[in-house]
């Protein structure tokens, strides 16, 4: 063994003597006088430097201890510091480019502050008088739903769908954003979209404040925004504001218009796997519509059903139940809603965007009250459809099929079939021809599409296809055959030389096997007194050419009950009660005739029947005519009304000056301005359906100008009332302890005496004049004025009860004549009939009331024995001098014949009958 080494020991520090001193920190000594060498000289480094001493001799020399020797860093050391540096260094240059970025793209940004009060697009819903829904006014189609009514459940499934950890982060979630890159790495070269990862806020400022614009600029905005808005709202708004945005399809925004949409449900009634599958649609509902794509849709479900497995949101059990349930949706089917009052309707959408604007008419959830009466309307489109019908039946031809298919064809050596076997064509071999035919626009819904499939000279048989009653569209239908009698075919005349020829004598002339045709079911008759029995048949239609409008209103208040504006909206949206301007003809002359009662002229003030001559200057000379092409002699002011007479209605214009008949027209609401000349007395101004019922609607209220309304009311999504329609002011209706007290302040425009001697006289034009066919079978009191205009080319008919006004328009889009001798009181006063026989059915039987200050009495004629009112100071049946003995003066003051003059003449114009 080796002896032990003995480590060397440090020599002792010098110690100073008596006299040495330290050299001052930072300054160097003087060199000392060098010593002796001792025995063992330390070394050079190690020798304490000299300084002079006291008396000139050198301190002894200082040892110094020597250094310890240094350490050596390791390299996972040094590496680790080289780490730590950069990571400094790349935080505070992420910091400052994280700073840059945010001024840089959040400069403009939108001001998500606007989200705090946000309040989402919602659909205006559109009422009818007994509270069924009448239209859905909206471009996006929500129900907004606050945040503490939609189901747990609900909310839930969106969480683990879309963002699950929303409740943690703070706008953006840096592991999902983590998670997407990766897998977006892994798929670089693919052709696949890249996923995104934004949460539900991210998602909230896209929809809502940015664009869909796919690029890295919109997702920087994207996350700034959601960072600020989580500062600004409380996680429970964001996902208010989320869950009612978001667009799920089919026309869907938030998810209780998706609920309906999908599963005809409310919220609280969504199961697990519904839930589960409205949380699927977001990120692409067209690819996952169940109605097209079943199998892609339910597989979305299933994993957002696990999710919410792995979220603890619902137990393994209940995800395994429902991941084996079908998805089963059942299409949204509407509230009981109007039908037939798409006229109405569309006439208050333009009324309500007039007054609101269009986007708070449908986005701001509003609640329209509105006056239609559906029972009226429904009588009012098929008084105005039969009316069109009867008179296209009646001048119109047959127009042919609808189509025509090539039936299959019996082999002629084929055995007859048995007398009771169904015709060779027979379903199927038609169904399927048949079905392939569309049908066409305006048909009526009680009509039918059907083939012939044989006929003989008596009738035809034809095959049909027919539903259930409330069966879904696309049940299948189930083939019917029917025979259709020649007697439901005798209108249908063919076309000869461009006029109608002679009616059909055999049903070989009007059908031929294979025609695709319009028929209306006829239900069986029985026999009654000398008519026979009648069987379940087929009648032939088609649409008419002609078309029409009807209105009917309260006068008491001016609310339209009523509307139609055509045959059809589906064919032509254009409505005619509101749209179309035409000519009144005779329906304009009582307000001639109420001019003069006003001026003072009492209801058997006599006028004279006779030719009248205006000359007109280089216009010619102008001869108006009466309808029958005689004259009368003197005649009354009632009798001439009831007779639609033109010549006294002009004279009674040219008595009281145009002036006057001008005012009162404008008063009434008939037209904005009128020319003062006296072919216009005749009718030849132009007007509305719509117009002409507020102003008949005046004769009944007394002489008050009365607007005609469509709209009650319209309320706010709070509820609040933001316009009312004007109506009768009520004093005490708020206060149970007052008496109500109602006051009109609607305008007077004519005095009420002289209103109700007019609603006498138009109750005689009904009972013995132009429009005996308005009043035929009406319990109640019935006033009305037929109309003609120029050329028969308008039809009209303006009536009253004491309690509803009907205005009746028939006549051709384009104006042209609707043949010779076609009158108001011919076409449109049975109309009126029709529908009013419907409307006063559950009505008490009402008489016009006489104001005070008139005094009812009778008197003869010269037709019968009429009762009339008549105001203080009137004779009853008394007449000043006959009106229009004397020639009335010509353009140039001069008097002009009343005899026929050659040469320009015009006596057509204005008003007939």
Known sequence: MSAPVTPPTEPAAPRLTAGERLAPRGRTAAPAPTPAPPADPLPAEAAPEAAPGEGGRAPPPRQKRPPRPKRRRSLLGRLFAWLFSLAVVGGVAAAAGLVLVVQHFG??????????????????????????????????????????????????????????????????????????????????????????????????????????????????????????????????????LYLNEIYLGLQAYGVASAAQTYFNKSLDEL???????????????????????????????????????????????????ARAQAIIVSPFRRPESVTGAEYFAE?????????????????????????????????????????LMRYDQRKGTWRGPVAKVELPVRPANAPPPPANAPPVNAPPAWAGLLGGVARPPGMLVEWRLAVVLETTDAEAKLGFLERAVGAPPNAPATPRLLAMPLAETTWARPLVNDKPGPAPRRMGDVLKPGDVVMAEPLAATPAQGRTPARPERLAL??????????????????????????????TSQFNRATQALRQPGSSFK????????????????????????????????????????????????????????????????????????????????????????????????????LRQAGAYASFVAGGKRVVPTLIDSVQDREGRVVWRAPAL???????????????????????????????????????????????????????GKTGTSQDFQDNWFGGFTPDMVAIVWVGFDTPSS??????????????????????????PALRFIAPPGVTMAGWESGTGTVTDAFKPGQEPGGSAPIIGVAAPPGADGTPAPPRPAAGGVDSGLGGLY
């Not at 649609?281 to 979305?300: D, I, S, T, V």
């Not at 649409?543 to 509307?563: C, H, K, N, S």
Request: proline share 6%; with cysteine.
């Open 271 to 321: 199961t697990l796997p519904e839930a589960a599958f409205l949380a699927a649609l977001p990120k692409a509902p067209n690819n996952y519509n169940p109605f097209r794509f079943p199998e892609a849709g339910r597989a979305r479900r299933d994993w957002v059903i696990g999710r919410m497995e792995e979220d603890r949101a619902v137990t393994a059990q209940q995800a395994s139940e």
């Open 347 to 387: 006439e208050v959408r333009r009324q309500l965007i007039d007054r609101f604007g269009v986007e708070d008419v449908t986005k701001a959830g509003y609640t329209v009250r509105t006056s239609v009466d559906p029972v009226l309307q429904i009588a009012a489109d098929r008084a105005l459809r039969e009316g």
């Open 729 to 783: 002011a009520c004093e005490g209706c708020d206060d149970p302890g007052r008496r109500p007290l109602l006051r009109d302040t609607r305008p007077q425009v004519v005095d009420p005496q002289s209103t109700f001697q007019l609603v006498g006289m138009l109750q005689g034009a009904v009972q013995r004049g132009t429009g005996n066919a308005a009043g035929q079978g009406i319990r109640t009191a019935v006033a």
């Open 541 to 570: 239609r088609q649409i008419p050419q002609v078309q029409g409008a009807l209105v009917a209103l309260d006068p008491a208040t001016g609310r339209v009950l009523a509307m139609s504006g055509g045959w059809s909206f589906e």
């Open 107 to 240: 400069a403009d940004l939108p001001d998500h502050e606007t989200l705090t009060h946000y309040q989402p697009p919602v659909m205006s819903r559109v009422y009818a008088a007994d509270a069924r829904l009448l239209s859905e006014l909206a471009t996006e189609r929500r129900i907004f739903v606050p945040y503490a009514a939609v189901p747990e459940l609900v909310k839930r499934a969106f969480i683990s769908a879309e963002d699950q950890n929303f409740y943690d982060h703070k706008g953006v979630d840096p592991i999902a954003i983590a998670r997407a890159a990766l897998f977006d790495i892994m798929q670089y070269g693919s052709g696949r979209r890249p996923i995104g990862a934004s949460t539900i806020t991210q998602q909230v400022a896209k929809n809502m404040l940015l664009s869909n614009e796919v690029s890295i600029r919109r997702k920087v905005r994207e996350a700034i925004l959601a960072f600020r808005i989580e500062q600004s709202l409380s996680k429970e708004r964001i996902l208010e």
């Open 818 to 843: 609707l043949g010779d001798n076609e009158t108001g009181g011919g076409n449109a006063a049975p109309i009126f009939r029709s529908f009013m026989a419907v409307a006063q059915q559950n009505r």
């Open 590 to 689: 009582p307000y001639v005739y109420l001019a003069a009662l006003q001026s003072g002229i009492s209801p058997s003030q006599r006028f004279l029947d006779a030719p009248f001559v205006v000359d007109q200057g280089a216009a010619g000379k102008w001869r108006p005519s009466n309808f029958e092409q005689n004259f009368s002699g003197p005649v009354s002011l009632r009798v001439a009304l009831e007779k639609s007479l033109n010549l006294v209605t002009v004279r009674v214009a040219d008595k009281i000056g145009m002036e006057r008949v001008a005012q009162l027209a404008i008063g009434l609401g008939v037209v904005d301005d009128m020319p003062r000349v006296l072919p216009a007395a005749l009718g030849a101004v132009e007007t509305t359906v």
